[in-house]
Antibody, heavy 112, light 110 residues
Framework: EVQLVESGGGLVQPGGSLRLSCAAS????????MTWVRQAPGKGLECVAN????????YYVDSVKGRFTISRDNAKDSLYLQMNSLSAEDTAVYYC?????WGQGTLVTVSS | QPVLTQPPSVSAAPGQRVTISCSGS????????VRWYQQLPGTAPKHLIY???KRPSGIPDRFSGSKSATSATLGITGLQTGDEADYYC???????????FGGGTKLTVL
């Protein structure tokens, strides 16, 4: 069974940082592109970042470029999202996604 | 503002058929396969259709997808109250170099 389990969300002050993790199991992680998708409260879906199979290519939505970094560790079957300079507009549930499924999401709240 | 355009809401009676449109451009739908996602209330989204018209295992054949030029359509037949959800289309955009979504369509089964 495909499982994607996010962790690392929480409450952070504006300007702060958080690192999200996604633990993958039930499939060959290194064979799949991975994506972080977020959903602000009551809003639609927004792709934040994509990373290719070996981590050599990374793509970001304009609103997070220079602040967020996507990475992966294929030896640990894990995906990461380092988020810096956070603002209230980054408040959302963050999902780990690939072609096989979605995680349950982790909530990031940016507030003073 | 979402890159792909979907109607905000659609509705139909149980047992009926409904379609949801997704309009894009030559840089996204016009060049790439489309996916559809279903998000039931209070839950994470899940894959519904991939490669324009293919269903992952476990998705009933009441759900179908099609694509023509720069638009895609999700069809649902034999509507059930359990189909009430938000539906999103998505695809890669070759100009933005990022996955893009539609704004979502809320399906109400009257």
């Amino acid at each position: 069974e495909v499982q994607l389990v996010e962790s690392g969300g929480g409450l952070v002050q504006p300007g702060g940082s958080l690192r999200l993790s996604c633990a993958a199991s039930g499939f060959t992680f290194r064979n799949f592109w991975m994506t972080w998708v977020r959903q602000a409260p009551g809003k639609g879906l927004e792709c934040v970042a994509n990373i290719n199979k070996d981590g050599s290519d990374k793509y970001y939505v304009d609103s997070v470029k220079g602040r967020f970094t996507i990475s992966r560790d294929n030896a640990k079957d894990s995906l990461y999202l380092q988020m810096n300079s956070l603002s209230a507009e980054d408040t959302a549930v963050y999902y780990c996604v690939n072609d096989l499924g979605w995680g349950q999401g982790t909530l990031v709240t940016v507030s003073s | 503002q979402p890159v792909l355009t979907q109607p905000p809401s659609v509705s139909a009676a149980p047992g009926q058929r409904v379609t949801i449109s997704c309009s894009g451009s030559s840089s996204n739908i016009g060049k790439n396969n489309v996916r559809w996602y279903q998000q039931l209330p209070g839950t994470a989204p899940k894959h519904l259709i991939y490669d324009n018209n293919k269903r992952p295992s476990g998705i009933p054949d009441r759900f179908s997808g099609s694509k023509s030029a720069t638009s895609a359509t999700l069809g649902i037949t034999g509507l059930q109250t359990g189909d009430e959800a938000d539906y999103y289309c998505g695809t890669w955009d070759n100009s933005l170099n990022v996955w893009v979504f539609g704004g979502g369509t809320k399906l109400t089964v009257l």
